[in-house]
C-alpha cells in the first residue's frame, strides 16, 4: 500500500499530487470549490500562513471552512484541534487552555469572547472568497513545509469533558489505499461531520485521492441532502447504522443510487444490514470497525454482522487480540497519545489499544455485543444495551430501537425500550397492546429473561447525537 506521497508532513502537498484537482467538495446546495482551489489557499480570504509552527483550534459550524483551513494549516502548524460543529463554550475554553492554543477559527460569535482564555489567543472569523484568485509561491510554500502536524480530535459518546486524541496525518490516513485508477469517476459522501474521525475519513480519502466530495451543510435536512447527493451522482456513502435508519425512513433515500455504502461507529447488526442490501441492491454494503484511538482496525464485506475469527490472524497490517472478551488492536493507525490523560491510559507496555468493545463467539464468529463501560446490571446479570437492539431491530415492525433502563428496588434496574414503528399494512388496524405483545414475545425468544425489556414505548423518533449514534442515558 503506498503512504502519502510527495511530502507526507503536507495534506496540500499530497492533494496536489493525487493529480485530480479539478474534483470538487461540495457542502450544501450553495458552498464548493475544487481540489486545486483548495490546495492553493484560494477560498479563505484570511490566509493562515502566519500561523507556521503554532497552535490552532478549529471551532467552526461550517464543515467547508474547517476543509479549507485544514488543507492550509497541516505542514504548517505546530498543531491542529477539531471541534465539532457543536462545542460548547465550556468546552472550548477547556481545550483551548489544554492545547495552549495560539488561534481559534470560528464563525460562531457566542464562542469569539470566552473571558476563561488567555487573552493573547487571537480570534479568526473565516470569510470566503466569491471569486478564488491564483496564490502565487504555491510550491515554494510547499518546499518550506516541514513540520509533522499533530492533529488533535475529541472523542465521542463521552459524558463531560471529552479525551483529547493525537494523531498526525500519517496514521489517520494508514488505511486508504493511493494509487488505485477506475474508469468511472467516483463520487464520495457521507453522513458524518468531517471534524469527527468517522467523517475525517472519508474527508481525506476524497482529498488524498483526486475524488469529489458531497458534504451535508449545517442547516440541511436529510432529506434535501439525500435529493443533493443524488443529483450529483453521489457513488460511495458512510454512516452510522443509526444515520443509515434515519435516511431510510425518508422517501428520499432512492434518490441515491450508491455503488458502495459503508457504516461504523456503532454496531452494525443484520436488520440494517439487510434494510440497506434491500434498499440498494447493486451496492457492496460494507461495515468497517474503527475508533478515534484505535484507528481504522478493518472492513467487512460479507454482509453479515460481526466478523469471522481468521480476520484476526489474516489482518496483514493491523495486529487483534481478544483479551478478557474486549477487542485489543496495535498498528500504525492507532493515535499515539493523549493530549489530557494519562496515554498509558491509552496503550498497554505491548502497545494494545484497549478498545473497551466487548465480543461473544459463536459458531467461528466473533459478534460485537456492546460497550464494557455501558452494560446494565439487572439483578447482578449483564445486559448489554446494543444486544437487545438488534433482537428488537430485527422484529418486521421495528424501524429502529433505543434500550434504557428503569429502576428497581428490587433488581436496581429493569430494562425498557423506546421503539419506533415501522409504517405499512403490518401495523394499521393493530392497537399498542397488540404491538407491544407481539414484540415482547419475540424479545422471548431470542433473549434470556433478564434481558427481555419489561416495557415496550413507542416513540415517533429517537435522538441522534452529532456524532451520529444514539443518544443513550441508562441510569
Known amino acids: 500500500m503506498k503512504m502519502l506521497r510527495n511530502n507526507p508532513h503536507s495534506l496540500r502537498g499530497s492533494v496536489i499530487a493525487a493529480g485530480n484537482l479539478t474534483a470538487r467538495l461540495m457542502v450544501g446546495d450553495k458552498t464548493s470549490a475544487n481540489w486545486g482551489d483548495l490546495a492553493g489557499g484560494r477560498v479563505l480570504d484570511n490566509p493562515l500562513d502566519k500561523w507556521s509552527g503554532r497552535c490552532v483550534v478549529l471551532a467552526t459550524s461550517d464543515p467547508f471552512s474547517a476543509a479549507a483551513a485544514l488543507i492550509q494549516l497541516d505542514g504548517m502548524a505546530r498543531r491542529i484541534v477539531l471541534c465539532p460543529p457543536d462545542v460548547s463554550r465550556d468546552i472550548l475554553s477547556f481545550i483551548a487552555n489544554c492545547a495552549e492554543a495560539d488561534a481559534i477559527v470560528t464563525d460562531r460569535p457566542e464562542l469569539g469572547s470566552i473571558e476563561s482564555i488567555d487573552p493573547s489567543v ?126 431510510l425512513m425518508s422517501p428520499a433515500a432512492s434518490c441515491i443510487a450508491p455503488e458502495y455504502v459503508r457504516l461504523s461507529g456503532e454496531i452494525a447488526d443484520q436488520a440494517i444490514l439487510n434494510q440497506l442490501r434491500k434498499q440498494y ?89 456492546g460497550r464494557r463501560d455501558g452494560t446494565v446490571n439487572v439483578g447482578g446479570l449483564k445486559v448489554h444495551p446494543e444486544e437487545v437492539e438488534a433482537v428488537l431491530n ?52 431470542e433473549l434470556a429473561r433478564h434481558k427481555v425489556p419489561v416495557a415496550i414505548n413507542f416513540v415517533p423518533a429517537l435522538a441522534v447525537a452529532e456524532s451520529g449514534k444514539l443518544v443513550r442515558s441508562l441510569a
Open 122 to 247: 487571537e480570534y479568526i472569523v473565516p470569510r470566503h472568497r466569491k471569486h478564488p484568485k491564483e496564490s502565487a509561491g504555491l510550491r515554494e510554500q510547499m518546499r518550506s513545509q516541514q513540520v509533522e502536524t499533530e492533529w488533535i480530535l475529541l472523542t465521542s459518546g463521552t459524558t463531560g469533558v471529552p479525551k483529547l486524541v493525537a494523531h498526525t496525518l500519517e496514521s489517520l490516513a494508514g488505511a486508504i489505499k493511493l494509487g488505485a485508477t477506475r474508469a468511472a469517476p467516483i463520487v464520495w459522501s457521507t453522513f458524518y461531520d468531517i471534524r469527527r474521525y468517522g467523517g475525517l475519513q472519508i474527508f481525506l480519502r476524497a482529498a488524498l485521492t483526486g475524488t469529489s466530495l458531497v458534504l451535508r451543510g449545517a442547516e440541511e435536512s436529510t432529506a434535501d441532502f439525500l435529493v443533493r447527493a443524488g443529483a450529483v451522482g453521489v457513488t460511495h456513502i458512510s454512516g452510522t447504522p443509526s444515520q443509515w435508519r434515519h435516511a
Open 281 to 369: 441492491p447493486q451496492a457492496r454494503i460494507s461495515h468497517a470497525f474503527a475508533s478515534t484511538e484505535a484507528g481504522v482496525v478493518f472492513v467487512v464485506n460479507d454482509g453479515c454482522m460481526g466478523f469471522p475469527t481468521d480476520l484476526v490472524r489474516q489482518c496483514t497490517d493491523v495486529e487483534l487480540k481478544v483479551e478478557g472478551c474486549t477487542l485489543r488492536v496495535r498498528s500504525n493507525r492507532t493515535a499515539f497519545r493523549y493530549l489530557n490523560k494519562d496515554t498509558r491510559l491509552l496503550k498497554d507496555n505491548e502497545g494494545f489499544v484497549d478498545t473497551g468493545d466487548e465480543l461473544e463467539l459463536r459458531e467461528g464468529r466473533y459478534y460485537f455485543v
Open 394 to 445: 430485527r422484529h418486521p415492525i421495528v424501524s429502529i430501537s433505543l434500550v434504557r433502563t428503569k429502576r428497581n428496588r428490587i433488581t436496581g434496574a429493569l430494562v425498557v425500550a423506546d421503539v419506533v414503528l415501522r409504517t405499512g399494512p403490518q401495523i394499521s388496524g393493530r392497537n399498542t397492546d397488540a404491538l407491544q405483545s407481539d414484540i415482547l414475545q419475540f424479545c422471548r425468544g
